[in-house]
């Protein structure tokens, strides 16, 4: 099992959270992003730059995760994905995407696009709190714990 993060838009304090869970698991732990990421020194952390343009990063980590893998992304589309090839996948806020909930969540996604595109402000998500840190924490911890069983 390997961890990639839709590294982007991923919180820095979710990126610290995973350093850390990676060292001390020994699970190989990739951030893909458009953008030169700075990752601690460790064999078993690694980042891939990968060229600008929408949904780049996304499309590497899809191609390369296998069955089995867990990503960490916000990107719902992504998720899907996720989903589709076997992998699990957790947002930020310590939420697992599903196959019970991805059709719902695709579909309001694209309702508050319609909406947004329509010029209805419809604000943004919550600014990320402590509490959603610790189940990120949390949802991570336990997935990791029956994984590695």
């Known amino acids: 099992m390997q961890i990639w993060v839709d590294a982007d838009a991923c919180p820095a304090v979710v990126k610290e959270i995973l ?20 990752v601690p020194p460790s064999r078993f952390i690694r980042s891939v730059q990968v060229p600008s343009g929408a949904d780049v990063a996304d499309q590497e980590i899809v191609r390369l995760l296998t069955a089995g893998d867990l990503v960490v992304t ?29 059709a719902q969540m695709l579909t309001m996604r694209a309702f508050m696009d319609e909406l947004r595109g329509s010029g209805v402000d419809t604000g943004g998500p919550a600014a990320y709190s402590q509490s959603d840190r610790q189940s990120f924490a949390n949802s991570l911890d336990r997935h990791l714990r029956k994984q590695i069983k």
């Open 19 to 38: 350093y850390r869970v990676a060292e001390r698991t020994q699970l190989q732990l990739t951030l893909v992003a458009n953008q030169l990421l700075r």
């Open 74 to 102: 916000g990107d719902i589309p992504l998720a899907s994905d996720v989903l589709k090839k076997g992998g699990f996948a957790l947002n930020p806020r310590g939420e697992f995407y599903t196959n019970d909930n991805i």
